[in-house]
């Protein structure tokens, strides 16, 4: 059995290929890769108190298949698991807001990833590399970094939520199994080449207004589609038009709408010619 320090109030043991992160408080950050890269680490379990994991703390620990992380933690450092190619599965907890840059580029064996609610900022190339990635569900997330998914060849759909603000250039970039996307209205800065080389990409669901199209159109034979989406508040419904199919989610708030000229499709109406109502 080793052990050592991993932070001011943090320690870490290591029995066997199971390594114990005990304490309360961050992590320490590291410059290139802490010294557990070293050893023959399997499974992680970090304790409830410790608050984020560390730039490098895990990096390149190539044995590295599971990890446990606590309700407590808020932050997840830059290539804190960069090329943990054996990682096959992680739970974000819910606390997390920030997942840095290179947070885990390199996990070839990552398949599926759900981040947290109240994440706010995604790091350049977060998941960059990620192989075998093929899902990933978004609750929420203000900013998507440079490149935070590219070369993720085995992703095959992605769901961004209404609140996205900023999508940094070639975030998609070579998804190349990628084939149907949309843009939620919130999005007000897109960077160039998002979706450079998705080869399999066949439509874009955008809203328009925005001049978005020459960015999105950019290195890909994808269909743009433009909806006519608008940002929500608490008191409307969910709503989408794309073409002529009127899409509405959180039916519940339909009652609190007046059947005139405040209705959020009012000025759409006479395109529709199909309505979808669905609950949240």
């Known amino acids: 059995?080793?052990?050592?320090?991993?932070?001011?109030?943090?320690?870490?043991?290591?029995?066997?290929?199971?390594?114990?992160?005990?304490?309360?408080?961050?992590?320490?950050?590291?410059?290139?890769?802490?010294?557990?890269a070293a050893q023959p680490i399997e499974v992680v379990f970090v304790a409830e108190g410790v608050t984020s994991v560390g730039s490098f703390a895990f990096s390149f620990c190539s044995n590295l298949k599971k990890i446990q992380l606590p309700e407590s933690l808020t932050?997840?450092?830059?290539?804190?698991?960069?090329?943990?190619?054996?990682?096959?599965?992680?739970?974000?907890?819910?606390?997390?807001?920030?997942?840095?840059?290179?947070?885990?580029?390199?996990?070839?064996?990552?398949?599926?990833?759900?981040?947290?609610?109240?994440?706010?900022?995604?790091?350049?190339?977060?998941?960059a590399n990620c192989l075998g990635l093929q899902s990933i569900k978004i609750s929420a997330v203000v900013e998507i970094g440079r490149k935070a998914f590219a070369g993720c060849e085995s992703l095959e759909k992605i769901y961004l939520p209404v609140g996205v603000v900023k999508i940094g250039c070639n975030a998609f970039e070579s998804c190349e199994n990628l084939r149907t996307i949309k843009i939620p209205a919130t999005v007000t800065e897109l960077g160039d080449d998002?979706?450079?080389?998705?080869?399999?990409?066949?439509?874009?669901?955008?809203?328009?207004?925005?001049?978005?199209?020459?960015?999105?159109?950019?290195?890909?034979?994808?269909?743009l589609i433009a909806t006519f989406d608008e940002p929500t508040s608490r008191s409307e419904p969910t709503w989408q038009l794309d073409g002529d199919t009127l899409t509405i989610i959180d039916a519940d708030k339909l009652k609190r709408l007046s059947h005139d000229e405040n209705t959020p499709w009012y000025d759409k109406r006479e395109l529709i010619k199909k309505i979808i109502i669905s609950s949240s």
């Open 1 to 36: 059995m080793t052990s050592g320090t991993c932070g001011e109030n943090l320690t870490w043991q290591l029995e066997g290929g199971t390594l114990t992160i005990n304490g309360s408080g961050d992590m320490d950050d590291f410059q290139n890769f802490s010294e557990l």
């Open 75 to 127: 932050a997840i450092g830059i290539s804190a698991f960069l090329f943990c190619e054996n990682l096959q599965s992680i739970k974000i907890p819910a606390g997390v807001t920030e997942i840095s840059n290179s947070a885990f580029c390199g996990c070839w064996r990552l398949s599926e990833i759900e981040l947290p609610k109240n994440l706010v900022a995604l790091g350049e190339s977060a998941f």
């Open 194 to 223: 998002i979706f450079l080389n998705c080869s399999a990409l066949e439509k874009i669901y955008y809203a328009a207004g925005f001049g978005f199209e020459k960015i999105l159109s950019a290195g890909n034979g994808a269909e």
